[in-house]
């Protein structure tokens, strides 16, 4: 019995002393992989050390204490951590391990840019925390320059090697030190999580806050901006593209793909000085791609000028060409920013909403002060809004010594094809009278070069008539106080037939009168579209007038010009009607001996002024071809043959 306890005792002993010695030698070569790890940084030149390096194997637990790496390129960020933890490591092959979990203390990272000014930044994390975490044991490769392109491409080769369920990050600081110029300050992020991590892509990052005090001065300027930015979440992150776009080798792939699925935020504050304030109710993005081959931003930070000198013109036209090519490689699906707060000394001013769809931008709910009172408008929109295109436009323009051309002018047609204002309210110059838009509304397209070739026009506004014009005068002394103006004005040309036809071209004067005409030109060619002046006035030559109507509704406007006209005359208003009724019919003798058709109009006409409230319609009908340019040469030298072109038909009626 005695040599069998003995036995059990000398078993335990050799059996413990079997699992320490096993520990040990597993904790020896988790030192030798962590070791070789440094010796890598090391033998590149620059200095990396460490502390205490414990493994517990019972839970596979690796520690890793006071980190401090310092790489040998000035370019790239320095490193402390105070202590690593990882449970549950795991290493499948020589080139990658894995952990249940890792914890990061202590966190600082340190990185400065040198280029063209010399930026510092320094981060501290307190606590990093990773679950289900895979990963390379060593650093991919290294950057090749100290570029900010450089380090992105590095940090997103790193970035694309890991995978994880959740990495946490409860405070994050950043220190910017601009070396006395703007830019500098500092981040305060709260709340950092992000969930599912896999080779780079990321289902959902979210973070609670970020307070930001950011410095704004420049010489004899000191300022200073503060804000803060709560509830940002990030849905379906994917660098692939961003990988290619920043390659140095360039990318051929003209497709776009996602980066990401939406964007958003809940709020935004920004104070940026004594009674300056921002407030933003939140934004979403969504559906946003690039386009390898054209975003290139490194190309665009190449091209300014490393001394800081200012951009030749040439420099400016490649810098904005180059830029109109990173916004054609950039495409948003949609995009909303919610109700936006300015407070200034001036006082309150607010937007509801700014709306982006596909090219379709959007501003609602405008509210703003003036110094005669707020200025409010409903609804702004620009149809087709492209920033790549008005860059390049604008770029066209800047020709040093030479004036732009006609052509370049009417370029910014094809930048923008309509425009869209609803619901202004609008103090009328010093007055305490409004000036009122219900609605306008340009639209142009089917471009011939340059030039549409159909265009529609919409206004339905109200304006004060203003005492300061003499054109007015009549309207003030009739009581008119303001005018309601509601124009529709169409025109398109047809390719086929050669016809262009203005139609419906309405004009509605509120309470005074009714215009609508209807006009149309034949055998118009297509060369007449031009910016060109000599071609067009040879092209114009060809076209020929078609049949031309007008139609006048009476609401106010004969009684008015009666009324003036008896003020003029210092006579009654019957006796200024039937004076205004003979002068009519006498100009019209005159013109009934050459065409017999104006006699009906002129009875016309005169039987409008005789009975106000009726509607005067005239048609007039080409008895043969009408060249447009003869018949414009006409009107200005001899009237009555340019209307003795045309059959004459008039009316009126209630």
């Known amino acids: 019995m005695k040599r069998i306890l003995i036995g059990l005792v000398v078993g335990a002993v050799l059996a413990a002393g079997g699992w320490f010695g096993f520990n040990l030698y597993v904790q020896n070569r988790a030192t030798a992989e962590v070791e070789a790890v440094f010796a890598q940084i090391r033998s590149g030149g620059g200095k990396a050390s460490h502390g205490k390096i414990g493994f517990e194997l019972a839970t596979r637990t690796l520690t890793v204490e006071d980190i401090k790496v310092e790489p040998a390129q000035a370019q790239l960020a320095t490193l402390k951590v105070a202590k690593i933890t990882a449970v549950g490591v795991r290493q499948p092959d020589e080139a ?49 320059t100290g570029s900010i392109m450089d380090m992105y491409r590095f940090i997103l080769a790193q970035y694309a090697n890991i995978s994880a369920s959740e990495i946490a990050v409860p405070t994050l600081e950043v220190n910017v030190d601009a070396g006395g110029n703007a830019g500098g300050g500092d981040y305060v992020y709260s709340g950092v999580s992000i969930q599912n991590v896999n080779r780079g892509k ?13 410095d704004l001065t420049q010489p004899g300027r000191p300022a200073k901006m503060t804000g803060e930015l709560s509830g940002l979440a990030i849905y379906e992150f994917d660098p692939t593209a ?16 996602r980066i990401y699925r939406r964007i958003s935020v809940n709020s935004y504050v920004v104070t940026a000085a004594p009674g300056m304030r921002m407030q933003v109710d939140g934004f979403t993005f969504d559906d946003i791609a690039i386009r390898p081959s054209k975003f290139r931003p490194a190309e665009i930070i190449a091209l300014v000028p490393a001394d800081g000198s200012i951009p030749t013109p040439a420099q400016s036209r490649d810098m904005i060409e180059k830029v109109a090519d990173l916004f054609d490689g950039f495409q948003i699906g949609k995009a909303e920013i919610g ?34 009172g707020q200025f409010k408008m409903d609804r702004f929109a620009l149809k087709s809004f492209s920033v790549a295109n008005l860059m390049r436009w604008a770029a066209s323009l800047q020709t040093p010594g030479r004036p732009p051309s006609p052509d370049q002018m009417v370029g910014l047609f094809r930048v923008l094809q309509g425009a869209e204002i609803k619901g202004v309210v609008s103090p009328y110059k010093t007055t305490r009278q409004l000036f009122t838009i219900d609605t306008i509304s340009l639209n142009w397209g089917e471009f011939v070069g340059p030039i549409p070739s159909k265009v529609n026009l919409v206004v339905k506004m109200v304006a004060p008539t203003d005492p300061a014009n003499p054109a007015l005068q009549p309207l003030i002394v009739a009581g008119v106080d303001k005018l309601a103006i509601d124009l529709d004005l169409g025109a398109a040309w047809t390719e ?24 149309a030109l034949v ?8 910016t060109d002046p000599a071609q067009a006035m040879g092209q114009a030559a060809l076209v020929e007038t078609g049949a031309l109507e007008a139609s006048l509704r009476d609401g106010g406007v004969v009684d008015l010009v009666v009324a003036q006209f008896a003020r003029m005359q210092n006579v009654s208003r019957d006796a200024a009607r039937s004076a205004i009724v003979a002068m009519i019919r006498a100009q019209g003798e005159k013109i009934a001996g050459t ?8 009875d016309a006409l005169a039987g409008f002024v005789e009975a106000p409230g009726q509607t005067l319609t005239i048609k007039l009908t080409p008895r043969a071809k009408v060249p447009l340019m003869q018949l414009m040469q006409l009107s200005q030298t001899d009237p009555q043959s340019a209307l003795a072109q045309f059959r004459i038909e008039a009316s009126t009626g209630l």
Not at 249 to 256: A, E, H, I, V, W
Not at 523 to 530: E, I, S
Not at 595 to 602: E, F, P, T, Y
């Open 202 to 214: 990321i289902e959902t990052a979210k973070m609670d806050r970020v307070a930001l005090t950011v």
């Open 496 to 519: 086929s037939s050669g016809a262009f036809a203005l139609a419906p071209a309405t004009l509605d004067l509120g309470n005074l009168a009714r215009l609508q005409t209807r006009v």
């Open 595 to 602: 065409n017999s058709d104006a006699r009906g109009a002129v």
């Open 339 to 372: 109700r936006q707060t300015a407070e200034t000394p001036q006082g309150t001013g607010r937007l509801d909403a700014v709306k982006y769809d596909q090219d379709r931008i959007t501003l609602e709910g405008l509210d703003i002060p003036m110094p005669q």
């Open 242 to 257: 961003v990988r290619a776009a920043l390659d140095p080798q360039g990318s051929n792939d003209d497709n776009f793909h």
């Open 96 to 144: 990658r391990f894995s952990a249940d979990s890792i914890e990061a203390s202590g966190v600082e990272v340190g990185f400065t840019s040198t280029e063209r000014i010399t930026v510092k930044a320094n981060y501290k994390l307190p606590q990093i925390t990773a679950r289900d975490f895979s990963g390379p044991t060593r650093a991919e490769g290294t950057p090749v």
């Open 523 to 530: 055998n118009v060619p297509r060369g007449l579209f031009t």
